[in-house]
């Protein structure tokens, strides 16, 4: 068998390093294309909702660029209208349904984080009857839909007096938050070095002790992970929020839905509320995108 020298081994042909680098551009092109794509629905409707309803009602969010100028991108200011926002921040309906959004939103992903973790670690380190029978429950209840619970427990809620309630709203997700939250954080906290609880332990840390300084700092990027994943479930949400929320005063999402159903007297609000309500979503997962992808990587494979 011929041998081919160290010399020739370490080399490239100038075609292998052009392959390499033209497929490395061309990897890049096609992901800037998709990330365009997947955002011109929200570059669609931050301009929809800067336009006037009377524009809206004739023409497309795009017409609002003038094709025609000097400059294929030139913005045709007699479009873009701040009243529409000004009518939103009016619309004491919207703004409210934003307040009880947040208070829903906020309380549900706390319990589903502290909870979980709690739960995660209990798994992972201690040793319990039964201990792995029940995390394959755990593991079983991913698979159990939303849709089939919704009406036992709705007649729950309702014989305990927290259907139609923020309270009940919230028990509803952190309860199907709760099977995720778990598998994800017992996976990552079971990666975590023996050696290292055990040093901990001999220098006298308790469980608690060992829980608080020890693994949830380890445990930093899959606890962020899942705070981001429950806070974008429990935001956009609307089938849980039209059933088991207050009719009178909705998360947005419910109330955006009731402006569609007089869509045509209520554009100049409805386009701006959807904005916001998307705005914040993105911001937080842009915001922590890498955390979300290493705890989410890092946990979900052992």
Known sequence: MTTVPESVRGKRSTGSRLASVTGHWAVRFALIVIALFWLTPTAGLLVSSLRDPADISISGWWKVFDFNGSFPWIIDREQITWSNYDALFQNDQVMDSLLTTVLITVPAT??????????????????????????????????????????????????????????????????????????????????????????????????????????????????????????????????????????????????????????????DVLAPGAFISMLVPLAVFFAFQKQFVSGVMAGAVK
Not at 155 to 172: C, H, N, Q, S, Y
Not at 236 to 260: C, E, H, R, Y
């Open 110 to 267: 706390a319990l589903v984080v502290v909870i979980g973790a709690l739960a995660g670690y209990a798994f992972a380190w201690m040793d319990f009857p039964g201990r792995d029978w029940w995390f394959m429950v755990v593991v079983g209840l991913l698979v159990v839909p939303v849709q089939v619970a919704l009406i036992p427990v709705a007649k729950l809620f309702g014989w305990l007096g927290i259907f139609e309630t923020t309270t009940g709203v919230i028990l509803f997700h952190a309860a199907f938050g709760l099977p995720f939250a778990v598998f994800l954080l017992r996976n990552f906290f079971a990666e975590i070095p023996r050696e290292l609880l055990e040093a901990a332990r001999l220098d006298g840390a308790g469980e608690l002790r060992l829980f608080t300084r020890v693994v949830m700092p380890l445990g930093g990027p899959a606890i962020a992970s899942l705070g981001i994943f429950q806070f974008l479930w429990v935001w956009n949400d609307m089938l849980v929020a039209l059933i088991f929320a207050d009719s009178t005063n909705p998360p947005v999402t419910v109330a955006l839905q009731q402006q569609v159903r007089q869509f045509g007297n209520n554009i």
